[in-house]
């Protein structure tokens, strides 16, 4: 079991930046791939970045070159830096845990935080 806290959200202009963080408890942290989550009302929770427990990251389309996720095996925390912020970057954010073992993927999910972008 692994349990996330996310924190940072919140108001900001266009063209602002924030720093999401996500806190984790309960299993080994550096062995899960972690991963940042947006979803908008009406639509389908879509992946925004993910890091790998090796330092691997992959990010969406549409944040390439504005976000940057990263991690910290002794804080357990990971984090994702977003600057040069856009309106429809507005969302709810989640933090996710995931680990591949024996045929089997554990999910694990925050409660999200919001991310308005707004002037």
């Known amino acids: 079991q692994v349990q996330l806290v996310e924190s940072g959200g919140g108001l900001v202009q266009p063209g602002g930046s924030l720093r999401l963080s996500c806190a984790a408890s309960?299993?080994?942290?550096?062995?899960?791939?972690m991963g940042w989550y947006h979803q908008t009302p009406g639509k389908q929770r879509e992946l925004v970045a993910s890091?790998?427990?090796?330092?691997?990251?992959n990010y969406a389309d549409s944040v390439k070159g504005r976000f940057t996720i990263s991690r910290d095996n002794v804080k357990n925390t990971v984090y994702l830096q977003m600057n040069s912020l856009k309106p429809e970057d507005a969302a709810v954010y989640y933090c996710?845990?995931?680990?591949?073992?024996?045929?089997?993927?554990?999910?694990?999910w925050g409660q999200g935080t919001q991310v308005t972008v707004s002037s």
């Open positions: 309960g299993s080994i942290f550096s062995i899960y791939t």
């Open positions: 996710n845990a995931r680990l591949a073992r024996l045929g089997t993927t554990y999910m694990y």
């Open positions: 890091i790998t427990s090796g330092g691997t990251t």
